[in-house]
């Protein structure tokens, strides 16, 4: 799940157990021993000299769980737990720190998570790469080979994986079961049966919503699902930027008729208003897994045995349909740390624990066998109308491999450049051609090669 939160770094709370395993002894590599020392390394880098200390591990707020069930389980461990933003709307609050303390020589995290998934972009690159490859020794294939088909190809550069996904963000279609069956309708299975219905209930019932438009990740959700290739990362440093596509002006298009006819909210989702003024009105919302907590349960507070989940829209002309995807945070371990076992342990042990991704993490666990666990507690609470299983599950399957995960943030550069001009009353469609622009624009910032 996806948390929103100021870009503030804190340090929350020192827990002290023993340390996870025994140092390694290979020490650190000097500059002209490399090669050698990489080839002889069982993690596949050179790695730091290997001794034992406090295991330094960064999290969000909401993440501090894991950190917390890990320590519960591991009583002899030694942690040092620092909660910080997580990079949340682009914050570049890790690279900014990553950047001192590459310069101070010192400092750096032994484990990180991120709200996103773009770290892999930038810390993976250059004789100063922060993150560690995970899939040269660091990592069991066979706990790798447990992640859901697609998971890690997120943080995954020229074929080597840098991180561990926590959860999965895929998009499907949550919609409220009371009011469908007040107000006879079909829950619908295309965009464009989506549309039609969001046209009827202007009419038939107005004041009620079929979605929201007025959040940084309103992309990932309808233009990310309906394949729109404005963010294709190719290489590294590559990124192809086609926003006003044929599949991207569609997505527009459906946007705009929604908003206009005021069955589309452009009040953020999380922000004061939304739940205050027309949570109550919610017909559907095309959204994330985490949705059903985050936003149902804890924004909206939905009565139970209300919500249902229905299978992710897709286009009627797309073989095979595909969904967007909303965040879905990942773990990450940093070349530097003096205690790679522990932080190995450390980063399986969150992915992969039913104590933690089963009994309390709050999105969709990334790792296939936590995964199903999670979702039949899910449906075993009772507070959802149906199943829920089948929908969110083969979702997971779906999310359109063409959108990629660059240096920048995608939300931040749709935050600055559409949403404001959105408010104003101009139309997505309109503004595809501003987006295309700011795309490539910050593409280049980072040193990217833009084609179009």
Not at 253 to 264: E, F, G, H, Q
Not at 297 to 311: N, W, Y
Not at 424 to 432: D, M, N, Q, R
Request: hydrophobic share 40%; net charge negative; glycine share 10%.
């Amino acid at each position: 799940m996806r948390r929103r939160s100021p870009a503030i770094l804190v340090t929350a709370v020192l827990f002290t157990v023993a340390a996870c395993g025994p140092p390694s002894p290979t020490g650190a590599a000097e500059p002209g021993a490399a090669t050698s020392a990489t080839a002889s390394s069982p993690y596949g880098f050179a790695p730091a000299e290997q001794k034992d200390g406090k295991l330094v591990v960064w999290v969000d707020s909401t993440r501090l769980d894991a950190a917390k069930a890990y320590q519960a389980a591991h009583p002899g461990a030694q942690l040092d737990i620092v909660t910080y933003d997580g990079n949340a709307n682009g914050s570049n609050t890790l690279k900014t720190k990553v950047q001192l303390f590459n310069r101070a020589g010192e400092g750096w995290p032994d484990v990180v998570f991120t709200t996103d998934n773009n770290t892999a972009s930038w810390a993976s690159q250059g004789d100063d790469a922060f993150v560690a490859p995970l899939d040269k020794g660091l990592i069991d294939q066979g706990t790798l080979d447990g992640f859901a088909k697609g998971a890690l190809d997120v943080c995954t550069v020229d074929g080597t994986v840098y991180c561990l996904r926590n959860d999965l963000a895929q998009v499907v279609l949550w919609y409220n079961k009371k009011l469908f069956d007040e107000f006879g309708y079909q829950v619908p299975k295309t965009w464009e049966e989506y549309q039609a219905l969001g046209e009827k209930v202007a009419a038939e019932h107005p004041g009620y919503l079929v979605g929201t438009a007025g959040d940084a990740w309103t992309p990932e959700i309808y233009l990310w699902g309906a394949q729109c290739p404005a963010n294709q990362v190719t290489a590294a440093k590559a990124i192809t930027v086609k926003a006003t596509d044929a599949a991207c002006v569609r997505a527009a298009k459906l946007i705009d008729k929604l908003v206009a006819n005021k069955t589309m909210s452009l009040l953020p989702l999380f922000g004061p208003d939304f739940a205050k003024n027309q949570g109550g009105k919610v017909l559907m919302l095309p959204g994330p897994a985490w949705y059903g907590g985050a936003v149902f349960q804890g924004t909206l507070k939905t009565p139970k045995g209300e919500l249902a989940v229905g299978d992710a829209l897709h286009w009627a002309d797309q073989s095979p349909p595909v969904t967007g995807n909303v965040g879905g945070g990942a773990w990450w371990v940093s070349r530097h740390s003096a205690r790679l076992e522990a932080a190995k342990d450390f980063v399986t042990w969150v992915t992969t624990a039913d104590a933690y991704q089963v009994d309390k993490s709050p999105g969709y666990p990334a790792h296939a066998g936590a995964a199903a666990k999670w979702i039949a507690r899910q449906q075993e609470s009772g507070y959802y109308a149906g199943d829920i299983a089948a929908p969110i599950t083969a979702a997971a399957g779906q999310v359109w491999p063409g959108w990629g995960s660059p240096e920048f943030s995608q939300e931040a550069v749709w935050a600055k450049t559409v949403i404001p001009a959105q408010t104003a009353g101009k139309t997505v469609e309109s503004l595809l051609a501003d987006w295309q622009i700011a795309i490539e624009q910050q593409a280049q910032v980072f040193g990217y090669q833009v084609s179009k």
